[in-house]
């Protein structure tokens, strides 16, 4: 009784095992035949055998595929087995495609290479796309999502469905449903299924789902149109018009972005201006190479960062701002003191007498140096930007110096206000003659005014050090536009200052992209001509010396 129990046992063991074993050995007999399948037969069975390989979401498919794309995968002369060959010296490694089993060595003529074409390796990119969508490694299935949106296979579609379903990173997922939409509008045969692919791709207003949405549309030679679903054309119709009116209103932000940024630029660049040429009445043409100079010494201070506390970089700007502000004031007092001063009341004089310092300190860069622009980098915390729909970008290094602008320009109206020379400067200027008997030291009022200008424009230079070239004649591309900012907005007055530069900012960037930067320019300057002729003292006239004389 005993041995038939026994025998009973041993014989559902036996039972179970083979009930256990049989379906793995038939899923690796079938996943063998899918992997021969790879090997015969025209470039269009070899596509869809990689197709249905990847269709399997089995791990083991990636080394096969990667093989049969880097030419490694061979079929042998001797038995037909399907194996993966490394070379190792004057021989060829061997391992089972299946398995990654090594199996021995052999030359080149033992083997038979598979051959692809183009649409072969499109195929086994989308392949290899979609069986990393399982990835554990983030990275790895978003560049998966990627490759499978621009593979467009419809076999791809289930492994999709169960990466969406699994996905935790909300972006991943994004890019993800956005694949599958763009695969099923371009694959699917259900109407239904297609308007709704259109309804999601257009939730992505970006120019490669454009071009997706925008071949829905796409003409015949004789005027009918490639796509014969008149509801899934009515929906592309509408998600385009959609889609370009979502792009319409960020490029309008990304316009504004720039013109704000133009505009910050200008303001440092004309906000010493308006205190040398609307406070002082200088005609400074030199004033350019103040910025040129802070530009210089931001260089200067970063290679000295680098030499010496290379760890610190990112620290660099921090001490190039006052180092370019004392290096600028310094050059700007010695002009005032050695020159400016005796051409006070004759503004032609200043402008030529300005217009040769700046030749021979433009000469005076170029000798140490050299003609050509030097490489200034961006902190860390200045590079990158912020992404927005429709690739606009809010670069980092821009929005610092939309701040940067603005702190100077309030730092300069609290010295102006509520300091001893910022009084004694309003008293110079308003009260022209009346401040020398009132004990004020009226030459180096001036002095440390026009200093001030010019250590203000070589803090400029730093900012622009960070968005333009650094070169001798950087000065001069803002130099015109800069008396354009104090003259619109008002000789001497900073609000006015501040008003004008944006301004001017904004339009010229909202022009540009119908006139063309040089027509644009062109169109601000007649404009700020005619404005003149109305409003010959700007925006926010102020009475001063300037005004007086």
């Given at each position: 009784m005993t041995g038939i129990k026994g025998s009973f046992v041993a014989l559902i063991l036996a039972v179970s095992a083979i009930w256990l074993i049989a379906p793995s050995q038939a899923q690796a007999q079938d996943f063998d035949a899918q992997v021969r399948a790879?090997?015969?037969?025209?470039?269009?069975?070899?596509?869809?055998?990689?197709?249905?390989?990847?269709?399997?979401?089995?791990?083991?498919?990636?080394?096969?595929?990667?093989?049969?794309?880097?030419?490694?995968?061979?079929?042998?002369?001797?038995?037909?087995?399907?194996?993966?060959?490394?070379?190792?010296?004057?021989?060829?490694?061997?391992?089972?495609?299946?398995?990654?089993?090594?199996?021995?060595?052999?030359?080149?003529?033992?083997?038979?290479?598979?051959?692809?074409?183009?649409?072969?390796?499109?195929?086994?990119?989308?392949?290899?796309?979609a069986l990393t969508l399982l990835s554990t490694d983030p990275a790895k299935r978003r560049s998966a999502a990627e490759a499978v949106f621009k593979a467009k296979d419809a076999a791809m579609v289930p492994i999709l469905d169960r990466a969406i379903a699994r996905e935790t990173d909300a972006k991943i997922k994004t890019i993800m449903q956005k694949a599958l939409a763009s695969t099923q509008l371009t694959t699917s045969k259900d109407t239904e299924v297609r308007v709704a692919a259109v309804a999601k791709l257009a939730e992505f207003v970006e120019q490669d789902v454009q071009s997706v949405i925008g071949s829905i549309l796409v003409k015949n030679g004789d005027g009918s149109f490639v796509e014969t679903d008149v509801k899934v054309r009515a929906a592309a119709s509408v998600a385009l018009e959609r889609m370009e009116s979502t792009l319409a209103s960020y490029r309008m932000i990304g316009d504004l972005f720039r013109g704000i940024s133009l505009g910050s630029v200008l303001l440092l660049a004309a906000v010493g201006l308006a205190i040398t040429f609307g406070v002082m009445g200088v005609i400074n043409m030199a004033h350019g190479e103040m910025l040129m100079l802070g530009a210089y010494t931001t260089f200067v201070i970063q290679n000295l960062f680098k030499s010496y506390m290379p760890s610190a970089f990112d620290y660099s700007l921090t001490v190039a701002v006052p180092m370019a502000f004392l290096v600028a004031g310094a050059v700007g007092v010695a002009m005032e003191r050695g020159i400016i001063r005796h051409l006070y009341g004759r503004p032609l004089e200043t402008l030529l007498a300005t217009w040769g310092i700046s030749l021979i300190l433009r000469q005076f860069v170029r000798s140490i140096?050299?003609?050509?622009?030097?490489?200034?980098?961006?902190?860390?915390?200045?590079?990158?930007g912020i992404e927005l729909v429709g690739g606009v970008v809010l670069t980092y290094n821009r929005i610092w110096i939309i701040v940067f602008s603005l702190l100077v320009l309030g730092a300069l109206v609290l010295v102006l206000r509520y300091t001893a020379f910022g009084l004694q400067m309003r008293a110079r200027l308003l009260f022209c003659r009346m401040a020398s008997t009132m004990g004020i030291r009226t030459n180096w009022v001036d002095a440390l005014t026009f200093g001030l200008g010019s250590g203000i424009a070589g803090m400029a230079g730093v900012a622009l050090s960070q968005v333009d070239n650094v070169g001798p004649n950087l000065g001069q591309a803002y130099i015109v536009d800069s008396f354009m900012v104090v003259v619109f907005g008002g000789v001497g007055n900073l609000w006015g200052t501040l008003v004008g530069a944006f301004s001017l900012g904004i339009i010229n960037k909202f022009l540009e992209p119908f006139a063309g930067a040089v027509l644009g320019k062109i169109l601000v300057l007649i404009v700020i001509i005619l404005f003149i002729q109305k409003r010959p003292r700007g925006l926010f006239a102020l009475k001063g010396r300037a005004v007086e004389n």
């Open positions: 790879l090997t015969t037969g025209g470039y269009s069975a070899k596509a869809r055998a990689v197709t249905a390989l990847a269709a399997t979401a089995d791990p083991r498919a990636i080394p096969v595929l990667e093989a049969l794309l880097e030419k490694k995968l061979y079929t042998r002369n001797s038995d037909g087995a399907v194996v993966i060959a490394e070379e190792k010296g004057s021989v060829l490694l061997l391992r089972r495609a299946v398995d990654l089993t090594e199996i021995g060595e052999a030359s080149t003529s033992d083997l038979k290479s598979v051959r692809v074409n183009n649409r072969m390796r499109r195929a086994i990119r989308g392949a290899l796309g140096f050299g003609p050509t622009n030097r490489e200034v980098g961006n902190p860390e915390w200045m590079s990158g």
